[in-house]
T-cell receptor
C-alpha cells in the first residue's frame, strides 16, 4: 500500500484566496483525521470522520474551515478565505476499526504558507 | 488535563540505549499510552502503545509504571535515524481524540 497520500506537498497562496488540501487514506481504513501542526501549538486535531461521516469537528478553528469526505478514498480540507495565521503543516491520518487503540498512519503533510 | 509531560529535549550517543520519560499522572484506568515519533519533514509514525504491562516490538520497548502515572520509551541502541521528536500520548476519554503535546526532541550524536 502507498500509505496516506496528501496533495499538494507545498502550497503558497495570498491572503483571501481559497485553499483546498487533499487526502487519500489507506484503503480499507474507516477513520480519517485532519491535523494542523505549528511550532507554537504542536499537533492539533481539527476534525475526524468515521465511515465518511464527520464525528467531531470541535477542533475546526473557524467557519472559514470546512472538511468533506465524499467517499472512503478521498477527503478535502478547505480554507476560504485564507489568512496568514493559517500558515502551518496540515496532516491527514487514517486508521482501521477505531478501537481506540489503533495505530494512526500519517501522510507527509501539506506545508501551507499564506502571504 | 489530558496532556502528558515530557522533557523538551534529550541527547544520546549512537549505539547507546535511550530512555525517554513521560508523566501522565491523571491517566484513567482505561486510557492507553501511545508513543509516536516524527522525523524531520515527515508525518508522525507509530512506535508503540500499551495499557498496563510492558510492551516490546521491533522498534522499541515501553515500560509502564505500576501506578500507571508514568512510562518510559526505551530505544535499545540509538542510531542516527532515531533523531526525531517523540510524542507520548494518552487517550482523552474519547478514544479517537489523541491529545498531542510538544514531545521530546531527541538528538543522537555519532
Amino acid at each position: 500500500d502507498a500509505g496516506v497520500i496528501q496533495s499538494p506537498r507545498h502550497e503558497v497562496t495570498e491572503m483571501g484566496q481559497e485553499v483546498t488540501l487533499r487526502c487519500k487514506p489507506i484503503s480499507g481504513h474507516d477513520y480519517l483525521f485532519w491535523y494542523r501542526q505549528t511550532m507554537m501549538r504542536g499537533l492539533e486535531l481539527l476534525i475526524y470522520f468515521n465511515n465518511n461521516v464527520p464525528i467531531d469537528d470541535s477542533g475546526m478553528p473557524e467557519d472559514r474551515f470546512s472538511a468533506k469526505m465524499p467517499n472512503a478514498s478521498f477527503s478535502t480540507l478547505k480554507i476560504q478565505p485564507s489568512e496568514p495565521r493559517d500558515s502551518a503543516v496540515y496532516f491527514c491520518a487514517s486508521s482501521l476499526f477505531g478501537t481506540g487503540n489503533e495505530k494512526l498512519f500519517f501522510g507527509s503533510g501539506t506545508q501551507l504558507s499564506v502571504l | 488535563d489530558a496532556k502528558t509531560t515530557q522533557p523538551n529535549s534529550m541527547e544520546s550517543n549512537e549505539e547507546e540505549p535511550v530512555h525517554l520519560p513521560c508523566n501522565h499522572s491523571t491517566i484513567s484506568g482505561t486510557d492507553y499510552i501511545h508513543w509516536y515519533r516524527q522525523l524531520p519533514s515527515q508525518g508522525p509514525e507509530y512506535v508503540i502503545h500499551g495499557l498496563t504491562s510492558n510492551v516490546n516490538n521491533r522498534m522499541a520497548s515501553l515500560a509502564i509504571a505500576e501506578d500507571r502515572k508514568s512510562s518510559t520509551l526505551i530505544l535499545h541502541r540509538a542510531t542516527l535515524r532515531d533523531a526525531a521528536v517523540y510524542y507520548c500520548i494518552r487517550n482523552a476519554g474519547n478514544n479517537r481524540k489523541l491529545i498531542w503535546g510538544l514531545g521530546t526532541s531527541l538528538a543522537v550524536n555519532p
